[in-house]
């Protein structure tokens, strides 16, 4: 069965950090591509990051950039999320996803920052 199940939200406070995990099942986390978005109350869901299939190119959202690291474990076949630094308007939902056919998600985990 193909499925994203994410794991590691939390509440922090601001500047400390927390690791998401998505556990993939029924493929390979390096054989398509993968990432992050998130959906903050009452916002469009946005783009965080993204690893591709082939070279493992990582991409960041303008926001994010320098505070969070997308990376894969082929071992775990797990993708993940390492967010430092977090910032109170990191505060949202987040969604892992492949580019899988058609695209699928996890069921999102709650991240909240505040002091």
């Not at 939200?9 to 029924?26: H, Q, T």
């Not at 109350?41 to 926001?63: I, K």
């Not at 949202?92 to 996890?106: K, M, N, Q, T």
């Amino acid at each position: 069965q193909v499925q994203l199940v994410e794991s590691g939200g939390g509440s922090v406070s601001p500047g400390r950090s927390l690791r998401l995990s998505c556990a993939v099942s029924g493929f390979a986390v390096t054989s398509y591509t993968m990432g992050w978005y998130r959906q903050a109350p009452g916002q469009e869901r946005e783009l965080v990051a993204r690893v591709t299939v082939f070279e493992g190119m990582t991409t960041y959202a303008d926001s994010v950039k320098g505070r969070f690291t997308i990376s894969r474990d082929n071992a775990k076949n797990t993708l993940f999320l390492q967010m430092n630094s977090l910032k109170p308007e990191d505060t949202a939902v987040y969604y892992c996803y492949a580019e899988y056919s058609p695209r699928i998600w996890g069921q999102g985990t709650l991240v909240t920052v505040s002091s």
